[in-house]
């Protein structure tokens, strides 16, 4: 545990890092929304996924996509992020992906693993897929609750034993959306995914933003986000590798505590996210409004949209809010995740200022 002196000392430098990234921003991870369509209707997605219309790009224009990344940006650093919807549910994700493959990308998916079979993940590992996160929100009849899916976590677990069985992934991990009606169940979670092959928990509460608004049944209490992270500290103390997800600033008692690094949005500085229909912005959790599109790659280049726009998003949102700006935290905080500011009420949806710290 690091003292409180070193946690200001290193945030500090981390904030300055990150004013440079304003004008200096390094793409780092490119997120390739493929479609979506999904075969499950999770009660806290972001993008509303499910059986819904998907205008989709076809695998010649993710070549020529790909191709113009790679002759402006190199692959070197680069990871691609595969999301969906579900990916698989693409008859021609394969193709997509031996493309990126064979032009020198690494890349993950994010997947609800229900359609993997040791036969999927034979094909996962021959176009070149380095990780995947496979979600699993609380036991079995909790899960399928929450993703309104029959046996859904049944088959989300066969398909992890099938990655896990073809093997050679650099990383296979489960994350867990924790909300107030699960969060009794991490402990037996817990004992379920130890004594699997995984490489990693990610643990994540869920957020205000797409069908999340309709269910605030669902937000954690304040005594919900300390027993969390107080649980999610006691595994990395054991030494387990579980670790909270890039969200939020949780003040210095928790930062690096329960993950490896400190909170730092990375929206337009690091990321940039292609959405199913070619358009063009920063992370997919940010709510869908125009003024964050920031082009389509059916008719821009990529590498000119991030070098000459996304200044929307390589801001302070402390700025635009009182408390913020005479909050203390500001500078470490920068008005937190940008996927969680009401941009209509100009304030966060989520702090943990008198949670947490």
């Known amino acids: 545990m690091l003292d409180v002196r070193t946690k200001n000392k290193n945030m500090t430098t981390l904030a300055e890092y990150r004013e440079g990234l304003k004008t200096k921003p390094q793409l780092r991870n490119l997120f390739l929304e493929l479609t979506l369509r999904c075969n499950e209707r999770c009660l806290h997605c972001g993008s509303s996924c499910g059986d819904v219309p998907s205008d989709e790009l076809s695998v010649e224009q993710y070549r020529k996509f790909l191709t113009e990344v790679k002759e402006d940006f190199g692959t070197d650093n680069k990871m691609l992020c595969i999301t969906g919807g579900e990916p698989l549910l693409r008859k021609d994700f394969f193709d997509i992906m031996g493309i990126a493959n064979d032009l020198g990308f690494h890349w993950g998916m994010t997947s609800n693993a229900t359609l993997i079979d040791d036969e999927v993940a034979k094909d996962l ?90 269910h605030p049944e669902l937000i954690l209490t304040k005594e919900d986000y300390v027993y ?37 949005c990375t929206a337009g500085t690091y990321i940039a996210s292609i959405m199913a229909n070619g358009d063009i912005t920063a992370c997919l959790d940010i709510e869908r409004r125009p003024e964050f599109i920031q082009g389509n790659i059916l008719k821009d280049r990529f590498s000119d949209v991030w070098k000459n726009k996304f200044q929307i998003f390589r801001k302070n949102l402390c700025d635009e809010n009182e408390k913020c700006r005479s909050c203390k935290e500001k500078d470490f905080c920068h008005g937190d995740a940008y996927h969680t500011w009401d941009f209509d009420k100009h304030e966060p949806q989520v702090c943990f200022k008198d949670i947490l710290f």
């Open 125 to 214: 590992k021959r176009v070149g897929m380095g990780t995947i996160s496979v979600s699993i929100d609380g036991l079995p009849e909790t899960h399928d609750a929450f993703r309104r899916t029959p046996k859904g976590w049944e088959r989300a677990m066969s398909g992890i034993e099938s990655l896990i069985k073809v093997g050679t992934f650099k990383a296979v991990q489960i994350t867990t959306v924790v909300t107030h009606q699960n969060i009794g169940q991490l402990w037996e979670l817990y004992k379920i995914f130890k004594d699997m092959d995984i490489d990693s928990w990610r643990i994540i509460n869920i957020d205000p933003i797409g069908r999340a608004k309709l």
């Open 228 to 264: 969390m992270f107080e649980f999610i500290r006691t595994m990395r103390i054991a030494g387990e590798p579980v670790t909270y997800g890039c969200s939020h600033y949780l003040g210095l008692e928790y930062e690096r505590e329960v993950r490896d690094w400190y909170f730092l």
